[in-house]
């Protein structure tokens, strides 16, 4: 068991099926948070390919950011909208898309460890790392 994830053999091999571009979907939330990213960090290491992709970050001029990586077949993007379309937690929010815009000439790996430190600053951190992840990873390629 892994910070609440009972079937770490199942998740670990549907975030391998999303990351190799087949169709599976995860439910992630903010007290699955920690477990599922740390489930993602131990399948990106058993395929380096992955966990040295190079990820490109674009800012947008209306503030928002997205994360990209490439995986074979999918691209794996993360999109944190602008500050100015968040009606909730915006402070926090707010600390989030300051630490996406500096991950700037880092790999995936290094992003996912990111996503980890940013869930244990509190509750809101962790919902909004949980959206993150489920707009991204439950997204067509």
């Given amino acids: 068991m892994i910070n609440g994830i009972t079937n770490n053999v199942v998740i670990a091999g549907t975030i391998e099926m999303i990351l190799s571009g087949q169709d599976a979907r995860l439910i992630i939330n903010s007290s699955n948070v920690n477990g599922i990213l740390e489930v993602i960090e131990l399948v990106i290491r058993r395929h380096p390919e992955w966990s040295n992709t190079p990820v490109n970050i ?46 700037q000439d880092l790999s995936l790996a290094d992003v996912i460890k990111a996503f980890k430190s940013i869930v244990t600053l509190n509750d809101e951190a962790k919902a909004i790392i949980a959206d993150l992840l489920n707009s991204s990873l439950n997204s067509p390629y």
Avoid at 64 to 86: D, E, M, Q, Y
């Fill in 58 to 103: 674009v800012m947008f001029s209306d503030g928002s950011v997205t994360v990209s990586a490439k995986l074979g077949l999918r691209t794996l993007t993360f999109t944190l909208v602008s500050i100015n379309n968040v009606k909730y937690n915006t402070r926090q929010y707010s600390v989030i898309l300051n630490r996406v815009r500096l991950m």
